[in-house]
């Protein structure tokens, strides 16, 4: 059995499930997952390929004895100690993990122009014309492989006008009720925010420029928090998340923090 684990709750986790999509149909099973949980139970013998994601290099050891193939496709920072050496792995923190897996199931074939747009906002490059709308309407549909096979990147450029323009609106609100806190031993501008964190840490950035990153935060339903951290220059919040188990890029990292 084929197995396909991609990054939670993420356009370009999702983005890098559709391609595995494209090139296995249903003869896998595609499981969410994200940092702070346990591996899924997956058995013996099985086929793996996780995507924008990637478990510590012991847990990735294990299922390798385990499995009878495992292929890690990964990107962010906090991974490349843990992949280094290793030889199930592609890592590439130029590219974003649905570029990744398109590169790695369609090898020589120009990309969708929509794992582009995943791409482009994914490494805050916005390099692609009307690239903050076009994800914006992204955002705004299912995380379904039928739905997300009937998307145009044209139409969702013009459904994401008035989409952005209203995410606009809601940054500022945030960036308004921001104070400053202390997070892991530094003073940031932290706001309560279970959406829009990229932006509206860049917008607390911009505002509050002697602060070396901001924070955004959720209480989840099991009692814990998740934090977003969100810098710009030369900080690297992935050093301050991976010190709480989490993970991600130089200027955009997360962890949980167990409140229990």
């Known amino acids: 059995m084929n197995y396909v684990l991609y990054h939670k709750n993420c356009n370009d986790g999702f983005g890098a499930a559709w391609v595995a999509w494209q090139a296995l149909g249903y003869q896998a099973k595609y499981i969410a997952v994200q940092h702070g949980d346990l591996p899924p139970d997956i058995p013996d013998g099985s086929i793996v390929t996780i995507v924008d994601f990637a478990y510590s290099r012991d847990v990735l050891l294990d299922m390798y004895e385990r ?6 496709l990964d990107h962010h920072k906090t991974a490349a100690q843990d992949l280094t050496g290793l030889e199930f792995t592609t890592f590439d923190m130029d590219k974003s993990g649905a570029m990744l897996a398109w590169e790695y199931w369609f090898s020589g074939q120009s990309p969708p122009l929509l794992i582009q747009y995943i791409q482009d906002k994914d490494l805050w490059l916005f390099q692609l014309e009307n690239s903050a709308e076009v994800t914006a309407a992204l955002s705004s549909y299912p995380k379904d492989f039928d739905v997300w096979n009937t998307l145009s ?4 450029a013009k459904e994401g006008m ?4 209203a995410i606009n609106i809601k940054v500022l609100e945030h960036v308004e009720m921001a104070t400053i806190r202390n997070v892991a031993g530094y ?3 932290v706001v309560n925010a279970t959406c829009y964190t990229s932006e509206i840490g860049s917008q607390l950035n911009a505002n509050f420029p002697d602060s070396p990153f901001s924070a955004m935060y959720f209480d989840l339903a099991d009692g814990n928090r998740k934090w977003s ?3 710009r220059g030369e900080f690297d919040v992935s050093a301050v998340a991976q010190k709480f188990g989490g993970g991600g890029h130089k200027n955009s990292a997360g962890y949980i ?3 229990k």
């Open 67 to 72: 499995m009878e193939s495992l292929w890690v």
């Open 153 to 156: 990147v044209d139409g969702m």
């Open 162 to 165: 008035a989409i952005q323009r």
């Open 187 to 189: 003073q940031v501008p």
């Open 229 to 231: 951290l969100r810098s």
């Open 257 to 259: 923090e167990l409140m």
